[in-house]
C-alpha cells in the first residue's frame, strides 16, 4: 500500500481497477472514498462500460466527497474516436468541513498514484462536472 502526504494510504485494488480502466477498459468509471477509520483510500464502486455519464453523476453522494476517475469517449472534429481520463474531485458545497479538508489534503498524493490522468476537474456541484463540462475540456464541439 502506498502512503499518502496526509497520512493516508491508498488500497492496492485502487491502483489495479486504474490500471484495467486504462488498459483493457473494463469500467467507464471508478469512485474512490477515503475510509477514515482505516486510513485509507478504497474503491467503493465501478461503472460497467456500457454505463453513462448520467450514471456517473448518479453514483456520486450529495453530501460527501469522493475522488472518481472517468473513462470520457469522444469524436474529433477531424471524426476521430478519442477518449481521456477524467479525475475528478468530488467536494459538494453540502458535505461536512472535515470531509472536504481529508479529501483536498490528500488529492495530489492520491492523483500520483494514478498514471495515466489526462484531465482534472475539481467539482462542487453537479453544473461543474456534467457533459458539457467534458465536452469542452477535451476540445469536443
Known sequence: MA????GMAVHDECKLKFLELKAKRTFRYIIFKIEEKQKEVIVEKVGEPTQSHDDFAASLPSAECRYAVFD???VTEENCQKSRIFFIAWSPDTAKVRNKMIYASSKDRFKRELDGIQVELQATDPTEMDLDVFKSRVGEK
Open 3 to 6: 502512503n499518502a502526504a496526509s
Open 72 to 74: 470520457y469517449d469522444f
